[in-house]
């Protein structure tokens, strides 16, 4: 069983809608918590992180961690056609030091 | 400020040959951790450097080494190539020592065994 798993998808929504993206995972170690945005033929960008549980927001996107639940979600508002991506949970904790550790991506499609 | 480099961004060899591999972090982040993408296996750790020392390492066989250079700047090897190792390898970035938790990345080296 993977430390982190995630949804491959593909998600496919309408401009507009909310999406909601998902990660469980199984070290209780992990500390941090990232969102990942990866455009195809494109290195991974940083969308949010987050230390522990709790929310934060950033414009559409918002990243809630429950720790208790070992489940991470990020929900992204009033998608768009640019939205399109694959998005990848990421972990780090206890002593692995510039270890991300990865959920599998989930692939999104937001149509006009 | 400018982002994370990689170069080359596609290579080419055959099975047996030896391939490396560079990076260059944003300036002033110390920390660079590289990654192996595969379809099937998505990201995974390859090993981290901070300051010219590797801290962890993933579960890769000794074929696959890297280095730090007192500019940050990285670089990581693979010997005796196996199909296997057709990947994108990915490099990030941190500027924050423990954990480096917030990693940027580079567009990657797109590496392809024949």
């Known amino acids: 069983q993977k430390e982190v798993e995630q949804d491959p998808g593909p998600l496919s929504v309408p401009e507009g809608a909310i999406v909601s993206l998902n990660c469980t995972y199984s070290?209780?170690?992990?500390?941090?918590f990232m969102w990942y945005r990866q455009y195809s033929r494109k290195g991974p960008e940083l969308l949010m992180y987050?230390?522990?549980?709790g929310n934060k927001e950033d414009g559409r996107f918002t990243a809630q961690v429950d720790k208790s639940s070992k489940y991470i979600s990020l929900f992204i508002r009033d998608s768009q056609p640019s939205d399109s991506a694959t998005y990848l949970c990421a972990m780090v904790g206890g002593t692995s030091y510039g270890k991300l550790t990865f959920g599998q991506g989930t692939i999104l499609t937001v149509h006009p | 400020k400018a982002g994370v480099t990689q170069t080359p961004r596609y290579l080419i060899k055959t099975r047996g040959q030896q391939v490396t591999l560079s990076c260059s972090p944003i300036?002033?982040?110390?920390?660079v951790s590289w990654y192996q993408q595969t379809p099937g296996q998505g990201l995974q750790f390859l090993f981290e450097y901070f300051s010219e020392t590797q801290r962890n390492k993933g579960n890769f066989p000794g074929r696959f080494s890297g280095r730090q250079f007192s500019n940050s700047r990285s670089e990581m090897n693979v010997s005796t190539l196996e199909l296997g190792d057709s990947a994108l390898y990915l490099c990030?970035?941190?500027?924050?020592?423990?954990?480096?938790?917030?990693?940027?990345f580079g567009p990657g080296t797109r590496l392809t065994v024949t």
């Open positions: 070290n209780s170690a992990f500390q941090y």
């Open positions: 987050t230390y522990s549980s």
């Open positions: 300036s002033g982040h110390r920390s």
């Open positions: 990030a970035s941190s500027l924050v020592g423990r954990l480096a938790y917030e990693q940027y």
